[in-house]
């Protein structure tokens, strides 16, 4: 696998264990300096914490399980009320009021859960599974929400003599919202539900219905042109699921987020549901045409997902758990299967560096973030030994300059942790030990442009200066620090063209170490 190629939109979870894979765990430390001293310690959480979320996350998954009795009990009074319907409007108190008392009590148990997840939310900083749990929950409860509407309507139409709709269309999966390229397949899939207002509402048309996607604005208009999407059209299942993988976006949005509407549609093409967008919990797209705009896009979707409904302020811990699921998914990890997650401490060095510890953020300081945070994020997506290099630890990434220099004010000259810098957005820096007349100290070599290339990776740079002899190895998801000699953990990435690999050459001067 050749380091230098950028990876291509569409290479998923086998292409990215494959390189996860390639590291080798039997590399022997050195010996004399097994590990670096801790800077920072994991936050641990609280007994309380763990029990809360335990708790929360278990009664909200009882309801939810309890919920589908629920819906067959609604299907089941529909049926009867309609088999009835002189006799039921003569004695409401039979059936009819007893069903609105439980739509009621059904949906203030709704509201109340998605309440307390929300308040879980913006209380307690997540780890990776428990945002990909929260938003699992928040999005079937919100199912159930729309559900109850549904089944409200269907009775109301039934006591006005109206013919039932029959039909509701669900959106039961969909992944984060992220950034889509035109003509490439969209990542993740999207599984559509189809619920009926009565068992046998899609027994004799089962066959001829099929469920289409397609592009709609933000202001809920389809998107022009003569073909949005391709591999948009699937059959509905006998489990009464349409489940899209594969589709394309055939035309680009023009940097504006969009929406996949979904509709479920007979042999004659009549619409019988479609599914409703709300943009608090449905995820969008920005289809673009190159990698370029990728940052700007991505940018775009966290501001919505963030500051919903033009909101100017929303809590840290809040933005800080939406923002570390974003950048998992921009760095083509999952949340259930994740090589790298963003640690304790290093969450604790951003809310410090680029929020000043505030317990809101706004929306410009959101804005100044990414401008730092994008490039950094692009990096990671599109250059696949970046990508490697940070899923095993041998690029620290989210520490101060300041925090190095305690990190390796103890260590043997030569000895190096690669890092983002802070001052210029999708750079790295190499701090490292030197000796200098004034003893050993840390200094900070601002990695340029000039330095790697599509025709020199970051290894191969390393590789060939001597005054980076021993790499500081971050444990990925415990923080755990260890040193190793630099060639044992970064060969397998150098490039096989010849290289002098730094050594002396006749007639030639070493580099001097740089100057500050």
């Given at each position: ?41 994991e936050?641990?959480?609280?007994p ?10 278990s ?17 089941a ?47 307690y ?34 006591l006005?003599?109206n013919?039932?709709?029959?039909r ?87 940097m ?7 509709e479920?549609?007979?042999?004659a ?12 919990y ?40 939406d923002?570390h699921?974003h ?20 969450l ?15 929306f ?7 401008t ?12 696949r ?22 990190l ?13 810098s ?9 701090s ?45 998801n415990t ?12 060969s ?20 001097n170490p740089?100057t500050?």
């Open positions: 696998m050749d380091p230098d190629i950028v990876m291509e939109e569409g290479i998923w979870d086998a292409e990215l264990q494959e390189i996860y894979e390639t590291f080798d765990s039997d590399i022997t430390p050195l010996t004399d300096d097994k590990k670096l001293p801790t800077l920072f310690e936050t641990n959480q609280t309380s914490k763990e029990l809360f979320l335990q708790q929360l996350f009664n909200v998954g009882t309801y939810i399980e309890s919920f589908s009795q629920c819906l067959k009990e609604y299907q009074a529909i049926q009867v009320i309609q088999s009835n319907i002189d006799h039921h409007k003569s004695n409401t108190s039979e059936l009819i009021e007893p069903l609105q008392s439980k739509f009621l009590a059904d949906m203030e148990t709704t509201h109340t859960a998605i309440n307390e997840l929300m308040g879980a939310h913006k209380t900083i997540f780890t990776p599974l428990d945002i990909h749990k929260t938003q699992e929950l928040m999005a079937t409860l919100t199912n159930q929400e729309i559900t109850i509407q549904f089944f409200q309507s269907e009775l109301s139409e039934l006005r003599g013919s039932l709709k029959g509701l269309l669900l959106i039961k999966e969909q992944p984060a919202s992220h950034v889509v390229f035109k003509g490439k397949i969209i990542e993740d899939r999207y599984v559509i539900q189809l619920v009926t207002s009565l068992p046998d509402s899609l027994m004799q048309s089962q066959k001829d219905t099929k469920v289409v996607a397609s592009m709609y604005t933000e202001e809920n208009n389809p998107m022009k042109g003569k073909k949005t999407l391709s591999n948009n059209i699937v059959c509905v299942t006998s489990d009464k699921q349409a489940v899209f993988q594969g589709m394309k976006a055939e035309i680009s949005t023009r504006s987020p969009v929406h996949l509407f979904f479920l549609t007979n042999k093409n009549v619409t019988l549901a479609c599914t409703r967008h709300d943009p608090r449905n995820s969008c797209i920005v289809v673009i045409t190159n990698e370029s705009q990728w940052c700007e896009a991505q940018g775009k979707l966290i501001v919505q997902n963030c500051f919903i409904n033009n909101t100017e302020q929303v809590p840290w811990i809040r933005y800080a758990n923002i699921r950048f998992l998914k921009t760095s083509r990890q999952d949340l259930t299967n994740f090589a790298r997650c963003i640690l304790p401490h290093e604790e060095y951003l809310h410090h560096k680029y929020f000043d510890n505030s317990p809101l953020v706004s410009h300081q959101s804005s100044t973030f990414w730092w945070l994008g490039p950094v994020a692009c990096a990671l997506r599109f250059k030994h970046i990508n490697t290099l940070w899923f095993h630890g041998l690029i620290y990434g989210l520490i101060s300059k300041r925090d190095c220099e305690i390796l004010g103890q260590q043997r000259v030569g000895t190096f942790v690669i890092r983002f802070e001052s210029y957005p999708g750079f790295f820096a190499v490292y030990v030197t000796h200098t007349a004034q003893g050993d100290i840390v200094m900070h070599y601002l990695v340029d442009h000039t330095d790697i290339g599509s025709q020199k990776t970051l290894p191969d740079f390393l590789r060939t200066k001597e005054q980076f002899k021993y790499l500081a190895q971050l444990t990925p923080g755990g620090l260890i040193i190793y000699e630099k060639d044992a953990v970064l397998q990435y150098y490039s096989k063209t010849k290289t002098l690999a730094g050594k002396p050459v006749a007639g030639y001067d070493p580099l740089p500050f």
